[in-house]
Nanobody, 115 residues
Framework: QVQLVESGGGLVQPGDSLRLSCAAS??????????MGWYRQAPGKQRELVAQ???????INADSVKGRFTISRDNAKNTVYLQMNSLKPEDTAVYYC???????WGQGTQVTVSS
C-alpha cells in the first residue's frame, strides 16, 4: 500500500505561481526507486497526466504545461513537487500525485486560477 498526501493548492490569479508537494509513504514502498507523476482533473474532464519524473530524475511534461511547470523530487524527504508558474484559468483542477506503477491515489489538492 502507498499513502500519498498532496498539499500546496489554493486560489491564485492568472500569472501567479504555486508549488505543490506530495509526501509518499508505505510499509514496503521505496520512494527513491519509483517513478512519480502529477495528474489533474478539471470538472467534467478526465484525469490527465501533467508531469512525471523517473527514479533517476528524468522528467516529461504534458504539452499544455511545458515551459511553465517543473516536477522535481527529494528522495531524502520522500516528496515530489510540482512548481507551477504563469498559471492560467485552464490550469484550474484538483491535482493528484501517484507512483506510476501503483494504483493508489491521494486526496488531491485544489488549484483554482481566477481573477
Amino acid at each position: 500500500q502507498v499513502q500519498l498526501v498532496e498539499s500546496g493548492g489554493g486560489l491564485v490569479q492568472p500569472g501567479d505561481s504555486l508549488r505543490l508537494s506530495c509526501a509518499a509513504s508505505g510499509s514496503i514502498f521505496i520512494f527513491s526507486v519509483n517513478a512519480m507523476g502529477w495528474y489533474r482533473q478539471a470538472p467534467g474532464k478526465q484525469r490527465e497526466l501533467v508531469a512525471q519524473i523517473t527514479s533517476g530524475g528524468s522528467t516529461i511534461n504534458a504539452d499544455s504545461v511545458k515551459g511553465r511547470f517543473t516536477i522535481s523530487r527529494d528522495n531524502a524527504k520522500n516528496t515530489v513537487y510540482l512548481q507551477m508558474n504563469s498559471l492560467k484559468p485552464e490550469d484550474t483542477a484538483v491535482y493528484y500525485c501517484k507512483a506510476l506503477r501503483y494504483l493508489y491515489w491521494g486526496q488531491g489538492t485544489q488549484v483554482t486560477v481566477s481573477s
